[in-house]
């Protein structure tokens, strides 16, 4: 399973079971424990699911891959802290009882399936009370289960598209589907070697990657392969693409934790983010250099002179390394920038969008 940052309605272990005295009561999980139990079962998918290397670097345990997603919950919109707001307010009906059927079954599924699957009672676990025609900010919050941002914000509830028809993006799918190839469709089953697939949406099964030249999954590329650096899983959940003059797949051998130690990503050696650490490269051949602190706003992230060294600045930070003086003077981390402001690069930006010189506004709705 390529473990991506999935919003599904409840999950696993942290949950409470509440029964009343009558024998034809069913468990029910509290609204309180939707959190830890959703971030406690992905973390446990972590654990033994194929992920993403980026996962392997910033993640280091259970633990920490729990913090993780708690702090990443907080700071994107239309997350399960923003559907539990509309809980609150009203605008989503929870039942915990669904919610308990949903976490036994996602708890069941084998690592390809739980990625691509969202079991009935998960969906039925959140109710929308907002009409067709209404506004709304998420889709959860829509009868229809589809709220249509892409014309206003707040959008308005509409209904989705449906199962076979043409489809600009998965979101606006009736529940269950996904925009593949511009089509509304329902995961079935994991796809292997040869099998035609979607990069957006990647199907494919453990061992397999989504070529996106060829649009079909592939075998996962061995160490000292070309590749190109396109896809996270092309070199596997246990290599990195190392680009150059020849980008080829690497093992990943060593994740260093120690402060001070060589960072070398031609040979493997990678600095772990999970322990506060970011590769000084000073090499930029080999892409290899010293593991030191992530840099933070006002810190040093470009050196220059005969010891030209680069480090990237904290990306969950919201900081960016401010290189508009050009190679030939230091450079430091700075806030990124808010919207209406002027921009040379994309990473300068709070939106990570500058658009024609000035940072674009960050999407609104949730």
């Known amino acids: 399973m390529k473990i991506k940052l999935l919003i599904i309605s409840v999950l696993f272990t942290f949950f409470a079971v509440a029964c009343d005295d009558s024998d034809s009561s069913k468990p029910t999980v ?104 209404e506004s709304c900010s998420l889709d959860e919050e829509c009868v229809s289960g589809f709220c249509d941002t892409g014309d206003s914000c707040p959008g308005t509830c509409t209904e989705p598209v449906l199962e076979g028809n043409e489809c600009d993006y998965s979101s606006e799918c009736e529940a269950g589907t996904e925009c593949i190839s511009g089509e509304c469709i329902a995961f079935t089953t994991a796809l292997t070697e040869g099998d035609t697939c979607d990069p957006d949406e990647d199907w494919c099964a453990e061992g397999y990657y989504c070529n996106s030249d060829s649009d079909e999954c592939e075998s996962y590329l061995a160490p000292g392969d070309d590749c190109d650096g396109y896809n996270e899983m092309e070199c596997g959940p246990d290599g990195l693409c190392v680009e150059g003059d020849t980008s080829v797949c690497v093992e990943i051998t060593t994740l260093v934790e120690t402060q001070g130690e060589v960072c070398d990503h031609s040979q493997g050696i990678i600095c772990a983010y999970y322990a506060g650490l970011s590769c000084a490269y000073d090499d930029f051949e080999n892409m290899s250099g010293t593991c030191v602190t992530i840099p933070q706003n006002g810190d040093l992230c470009f050196i220059s002179g005969e010891n030209m060294t680069m480090i990237g600045c904290d990306f969950f930070g919201d900081s960016y390394c401010d290189m508009s003086n050009g190679y030939q003077e230091d450079a430091y981390c700075e806030s990124k920038k808010a919207a209406e402001t002027s921009c040379e690069e994309n990473e300068e930006c709070l939106s990570d969008w500058c658009d024609n010189g000035s940072c674009a506004p960050e999407e609104e709705c949730k």
Do not use: H, W
Request: proline content about 3%.
């Open 30 to 133: 509290e609204i309180t424990e939707v959190e830890a139990s959703y971030y406690d079962l992905f973390c446990g998918k972590f654990t033994t699911c194929d992920n993403a290397p980026f996962f392997n670097m910033v993640i280091g345990d259970r633990e920490d891959c729990i913090v993780f997603m708690e702090e990443m919950s907080d700071s994107e919109s239309g997350g399960l802290p923003d559907i539990l707001d509309a809980v609150d307010q009203g605008k989503i009906i929870y039942d915990g009882q669904k919610a308990y059927e949903c976490l036994v079954e996602m708890e069941a599924l084998d690592c390809d399936t739980f990625e691509n699957v969202e079991p009935q009672a998960c969906r039925d676990a959140f109710t929308g009370t907002i009409a067709l025609g």
